[in-house]
Structures are given as C-alpha cells and as structure tokens.
C-alpha cells in the first residue's frame, strides 16, 4: 500500500512539473506575439443529449448561406435535405423552386455529349468553383468546404481541458460544440477596420478571408436583428445541421437505447436475486 502511495504522488508530482513546464515555455514563446484567445462557448438549442435545431433559426441560416458564403464556398449535400424532417424542414414546393434557380452540368447522355439542365431537388448544391484550382485563382486561396466545416473545426483547450479531447468517445455535454463556437467565432472576430484580414481567433490572427458580411447585409423576414451577431449565430447553427443532419434523430434513438439498457439492467438484477436468494441464505 506505501508504495502504491509513493508511486501516485511521483506521477503527480511528474505530470505537473510537465504541465508546468508545457504552460511556462507556452508563455514564453513568441513574446511579442498578441494573445490568441480561445472562442467564447456559446448556447445552442441543439447543445446537450436532448438538445433539438431552432427551426427557424435553421432557416435563417440557410439564407446567409445562400446569399453570402455560397459565392467562395461549396456546401456538398442535397437540396432535398432543406424539406427533411430534423432540419430546417422547407416545404416540398419551396425546396423544388430553389432547386429551379440553379444550373447543373449533367450528363453525358445519348449522344455521349455534356448538358446544361434545371436543378433537381436531388442535386447537391452547385459549387462555386469547378476545382480546388480555379478557386485558388480566383481568390487566392481555394475556401474550404462548410459540409463539415461546423464539426471539424476544434481549438485547444488548454490545461487541464484537453484531457476531455483525449478520450476515445466524447462526454456527454462537454465539448461537443467546438466547431460551432469556433464559427461564430470567425464571424465576430474581424476587430480591425483598418486591416479586413485581421482576425481575432484564427490562428496567427492573419486570416485569407477577409471580412465576409456587416449589420443589415442580409434581410430577415421574420424581424429578428439583422447584426453580423446574429447573423453568425445563425449560419454557424445552420452548418452544424448540415454537418449532421440526422442529430436529432440520433438523440431520440439514444434515449430509447439508454432506457432499454436500465430496464433490462433492473430485470437482470431482480432476476440474480431471485436465482441466488436460495443460496445466500
């Protein structure tokens, strides 16, 4: 037993002199350097194990979407996914006359030749660009693509957060929005007027995006505040929907799993104490 005590307080003694000396030559490095904040956590409605998407909020979302990042960047999912329950649940007659407004090079067909046709709800969002390549061109970078942006995009936690990053399956309602902080995050983070690339929580603070929307550049219908707040609010929760659009459903389906495992848990128990009531006694 002493030297299991001994063993412990040498591993704690050894893991906190390495956090010490992680955190010291941290703030050491790069002292002229400005601080790199990490982004605020934020609430969502779809945060939690019984979390849903705010409908509207999808709604709204989509339209940012549309008529600010679709122009640099590629969302690949279908359109019919915008009618689908769980999502921001368009009607049929809404989702096929957006699909109308779009061009796609189909084909080949019969005679072995490329077409231009109407969209289809089942097309996938055109891409801006043809290529990674001709973006670059374009823009001077290639935009990434927001079909996984909201659940890819992590950020350090510092010490001793990050040990949560290191497990083999998240914990539930810790960190399961990083991406979507960090989204908003981005959108709120252009500070410096003088300098449009200037980003607060991106990396190095230089970012190749500069500053993509500003208050009243998207009208909301529903009178909700047309500030670039809001506005990042509601395209960050519209892209972690198209990150994971079966969430909700998932949810659900936990739920009904983690009841069933408590019940059979309690059946197997009575059931052991009635087989072994006999015997104990």
């Given amino acids: 037993m002493a030297f299991s005590k001994k063993l412990g307080f040498a591993a704690a003694v050894i893991f906190g002199a390495v956090a010490f000396s992680t955190l010291t030559l941290r703030a050491e490095e790069e002292p002229g350097k400005e601080e790199q904040p990490n982004p605020e956590r934020q609430e969502w409605s779809f945060a939690g194990p019984f979390g849903t998407f705010d409908r509207a909020q999808l709604q709204r979302g989509f339209k940012v979407y549309k008529e600010v990042c679709s122009n640099c960047h590629e969302l690949h999912i279908p359109i019919r996914t915008l009618s689908q329950p769980g999502g921001p649940e368009f009607s049929v007659e809404q989702v096929k006359a957006l699909a109308a407004t779009y061009t796609v090079h189909d084909g080949p067909n019969l005679q072995g030749a490329m077409f231009d046709r109407t969209g289809r709800p089942s097309d996938y969002f055109p891409a801006p660009f043809p290529n990674p390549e001709a973006a670059a061109a374009a823009l001077g970078n290639a935009p990434p693509d927001m079909s996984l942006l909201a659940k890819a995009r992590k950020y350090e936690h510092g010490f001793p957060n990050f040990i949560w990053d ?116």
């Avoid at 047309?226 to 739920?255: H, N």
């Fill in 166 to 281: 290191a497990l083999p399956i998240p914990v539930i309602g810790m960190y399961q929005e990083l991406g979507v902080d960090y989204v908003d995050a981005i959108l709120n983070g252009y500070t410096k007027d003088e300098d449009a690339n200037w980003n607060l929580y991106f990396p190095g603070h230089k970012i190749a995006m500069g500053k993509p929307i500003n208050d009243g550049q998207v009208d909301y219908a529903d009178g909700t505040p047309t500030t670039v707040k809001q506005y990042a609010k509601d395209v960050a929760s519209f892209l972690y929907w198209a990150a994971e659009p079966s969430l909700e459903q998932r949810k659900r389906v936990g739920a009904r799993v983690m009841v069933f495992l408590l019940v059979l848990a309690g059946l197997l128990y009575f059931t052991k104490k009635r087989i072994w009531h006999d015997v104990a006694h």
